[in-house]
């Protein structure tokens, strides 16, 4: 089992930038993939960005390709998510999602079925 605690959500302007941390307790973090994922008011929960066992390979979702980066440090047991150029269109509760993995190298899902482990999630606001 793993637990996750979000943190590093606020309020923001278009063009700003955030950064948030998702810090894990129990057993093998560097066992799991860790995903970020977000939902807006009235829409699905969707995947922002992933992140395999080391480390090694990130995906992201278009919407937020070249401007979030996802990363990791085991040794802290921390996943990370810094966001920049923040829009307006970003504005969710943000969620970080733990999937165990046989073996590294094995891309994060972007399907949130395949996660067991869920933070309780952390409110980013973007304002034009």
């Known amino acids: 089992q793993v637990q996750l605690v979000e943190s590093g959500g606020g309020l923001a302007q278009a063009g700003d930038s955030l950064r948030l941390s998702c810090v894990a307790s129990g057993r093998s973090f560097s066992n799991y993939n860790i995903a970020w994922f977000r939902q807006a008011p009235g829409k699905e929960r969707e995947f922002v960005a992933g992140i395999t066992r080391s480390g090694g390979i990130s995906t992201y979702a278009d919407s937020v390709k070249g401007r979030f980066d996802c990363s990791r440090d085991n040794a802290k047991n921390t996943l990370y998510l810094q966001m920049d150029i923040l829009k307006p269109e970003d504005t969710a509760v943000y969620y970080c999602?733990?999937?165990?993995?046989?073996?590294?190298?094995?891309?994060?899902?972007?399907?949130?079925?395949?996660?067991?482990?869920w933070g309780q999630g952390t409110q980013v606001t973007v304002s034009s």
């Open positions: 999602a733990a999937d165990f993995v046989v073996a590294d190298g094995i891309y994060a899902s972007r399907s949130s079925g395949r996660y067991d482990h």
